[in-house]
């Protein structure tokens, strides 16, 4: 039985302080009378953020890690996601202008002084509540751009709710002053309580939020890029210095990478700087599950595009490899192609294929395996285990939130915009993710440019960290945030299509009926949904909509441009 910090903290929570926790907490009968009183109470209050780390979903529904890739050019649900069509609409309320786990941390914040224990004791939960205020702070400025900077908790008549929206330049000045005081005052790894916040997810946590901000800035023309991305180089440079994570790894190239994956109890990995556990009768998902139950309404497909960006195996893209053998079926161009491929995607025969030996589309009758809008059907998440499937929504798959493999795209490409990339970073970056993998090392004399290039007037070796990035952090719920940071929106546009449909391997299935194909083809999911394609403007699509409700309450609050 997993032994694991994230359920003692759900149990803690649900049976100490009842089913209406999050709902109560904070309330006015917490205060310096009956609180604040010792460490444990410091320690009760700190728990209820741990269930904010989003990770699988719980219970019967789909992974945000796979949703969230489902707005990008990564993958094709059966239905199309409308954010990633242009589609979506400015909400009346709701839309992720919730400043409420703002004000749980500001609660603490202006009252955990009081306590009667040591400075050094209240000043580390003091560091967790700081680091997940410039976490919720950091998505809130992906979603909105400027909002309001809150530092104190707010009652019903405080002026600050009337307040007009603070730069994103102050703003994220606020967040990295918070990151940076939490660095400071949260125990190291090695003494820290496992599987809570300490010292090296701080620095984690402050990479990513560096890298977005500094290629934000640089792309969309925001004063102070170079400052945010020496930051993402220099703390992800600490976390490699210091040696206290390496990647997984047995020597399997064609396993290590999806073992990550797809290993129910994650203690103990050599990568995982942070992870969600889920432990059976307390936390549950339903991720390798949904990929594996016929009809489940998760009914995912991997894009043609992210596919086409995989390396062949003598490390040169499709379109210069001799090694690449066609896009004539699915069979053939999965083959000699980067080992993550087959551990993201199914290669046909394998795994969740084994006994239809061919991906299901729609309109087969193929029993198993659900049904794809693309063909290309995800292997990444699923365990093979007959237990974990009969587990349905209480499946006890762990979820990584920060491995050290996204440290090391950090560094690589943090030190490509700053113009400081040596073959050394990259030695100690991207080719220790190819070589997990067996693939051949990036050799920064030797790039050449991809005449087929989804970026092609960015240099080489941008180009090439990019590839690696999309990746191996394939289906991880970062590449829409990546399109966004590089200005890259309109790559959303380009054609949504599946895999080369072979008539022969499907007599059942009849084109112009079940499936849409394009002139070479290939299949197009959209074909009848969204004729016209996906749009992107790019005057509003950088940031999402506030809700009508707010501006109305707030006249101070001003829409965001376009919407």
């Known amino acids: 039985m997993k032994k694991l910090f994230y359920t003692y903290i759900l149990f803690t929570i649900l049976s100490s302080c009842n089913d209406e926790f999050m709902q109560r907490f904070p309330t006015d009968s917490i205060n310096s009378e009956n609180f604040w009183n010792s460490e444990k109470e410091l320690n009760i209050y700190c728990n209820s953020f741990y269930t904010y780390i989003v990770g699988h979903a719980t219970g019967f529904a789909l992974s945000p890690m796979l949703?969230?890739?489902c707005q990008s050019d990564n993958m094709a649900p059966l239905n199309y996601n409308v954010i990633a069509a242009g589609e979506h609409v400015v909400p009346?309320?709701?839309?992720?202008?919730?400043?409420?786990?703002?004000?749980?941390?500001?609660?603490?914040?202006?009252?955990?002084?009081?306590?009667?224990?040591?400075?050094?004791?209240?000043?580390?939960?003091?560091?967790?509540?700081?680091?997940?205020?410039?976490?919720?702070?950091?998505?809130?400025?992906?979603?909105?751009?400027?909002?309001?900077?809150?530092?104190?908790?707010?009652?019903?008549?405080?002026?600050?709710?009337?307040?007009?929206?603070?730069?994103?330049?102050?703003?994220?000045?606020?967040?990295?002053?918070?990151?940076?005081?939490a660095i400071q005052k949260l125990p190291k790894k090695e003494i820290a309580v496992h599987g809570r916040v300490n010292r090296e997810v701080a620095l984690a946590l402050k990479a990513r939020i560096c890298m977005h901000e500094g290629t934000f800035r640089k792309y969309h023309g925001i004063p102070g890029a170079e400052r945010f991305l020496s930051e993402a180089k220099d703390a992800s440079g600490i976390l490699m210095t210091e040696g206290k994570y390496r990647l997984y790894t047995t020597g399997n190239p064609n396993?290590?990478?999806?073992?990550?994956?797809?290993?129910?109890?994650?203690?103990?990995?050599t990568e995982m700087i942070l992870y969600k556990a889920y432990e059976l009768n307390l936390?549950?998902?339903?991720?390798?599950?949904?990929?594996?139950?016929?009809?489940?309404?998760?009914?995912?497909?991997?894009?043609?595009?992210?596919?086409?960006?995989?390396?062949?195996?003598d490390g040169n893209p499709i379109s210069l490899s001799t090694q690449f053998l066609g896009h004539d079926s699915i069979q053939s161009e999965m083959l000699n192609r980067d080992p993550r491929l087959t551990q993201t995607v199914c290669y046909p025969g394998t795994n969740l294929q084994k006994s239809t030996r061919k991906p299901a589309i729609p309109g087969t009758n193929i029993a198993g395996g659900g049904v794809t809008a693309t063909g290309y059907q995800i292997i990444k998440y699923w365990v093979d285990d007959p237990q974990e499937y009969l587990r349905f929504q209480n499946g006890i798959l762990d979820a990584p939130v920060f491995r050290f493999a996204e440290i090391l795209l950090i560094h690589a490409e943090a030190a490509a915009e700053l113009g400081q990339?040596?073959?050394?970073?990259?030695?100690?970056?991207?080719?220790?993710?190819?070589?997990?993998?067996?693939?051949?090392?990036?050799?920064?004399?030797?790039?050449?440019?991809?005449?087929?290039?989804?970026?092609?007037?960015?240099?080489?070796?941008?180009?090439e960290i990019r590839r690696e990035r999309r990746v191996e952090l394939a289906l991880e719920n970062f590449?829409?945030?990546?399109?966004?940071?590089?200005?890259?929106?309109?790559?959303?546009?380009?054609?949504?299509?599946?895999?080369?449909?072979?008539?022969k391997q499907y007599p059942e299935v009849k084109v112009g009926k079940n499936i849409y194909l394009n002139k070479d083809g290939f299949i197009e999911p959209y074909a009848l949904s969204l004729p016209k394609g996906r749009k992107f403007n790019e005057e509003k699509n950088y940031y999402f909509p506030l809700p009508t409700e707010e501006l109305v309450l707030n006249p101070n609050l001003k829409q965001n441009q376009g919407w």
């Open 92 to 181: 009346e309320t709701g839309g992720g202008w919730n400043w409420r786990f703002i004000r749980e941390c500001n609660y603490f914040l202006s009252r955990y002084h009081q306590t009667p224990v040591a400075l050094s004791v209240k000043d580390k939960y003091a560091g967790e509540i700081k680091f997940f205020r410039a976490w919720e702070y950091f998505e809130k400025v992906k979603r909105f751009g400027d909002v309001p900077w809150l530092s104190k908790d707010l009652a019903t008549n405080s002026p600050e709710l009337y307040a007009p929206r603070d730069s994103r330049i102050l703003v994220m000045d606020s967040v990295l002053a918070d990151i940076n005081w």
């Open 255 to 269: 396993m290590d990478y999806r073992t990550v994956f797809s290993t129910l109890d994650l203690k103990g990995n």
């Open 421 to 463: 990339c040596t073959q050394d970073v990259l030695n100690k970056t991207i080719n220790k993710l190819r070589e997990r993998v067996g693939m051949p090392q990036m050799i920064l004399s030797q790039l050449v440019k991809d005449p087929k290039s989804i970026f092609p007037s960015l240099p080489v070796l941008l180009d």
């Open 283 to 313: 936390l549950g998902n339903s991720t390798s599950n949904l990929l594996e139950r016929p009809g489940s309404n998760i009914n995912l497909g991997v894009a043609k595009s992210l596919i086409d960006d995989y390396l062949c195996k």
């Open 479 to 503: 590449r829409y945030d990546d399109l966004m940071r590089w200005k890259a929106g309109k790559l959303l546009e380009n054609p949504v299509l599946g895999m080369k449909f072979v008539q």
């Open 67 to 69: 949703e969230g890739d």
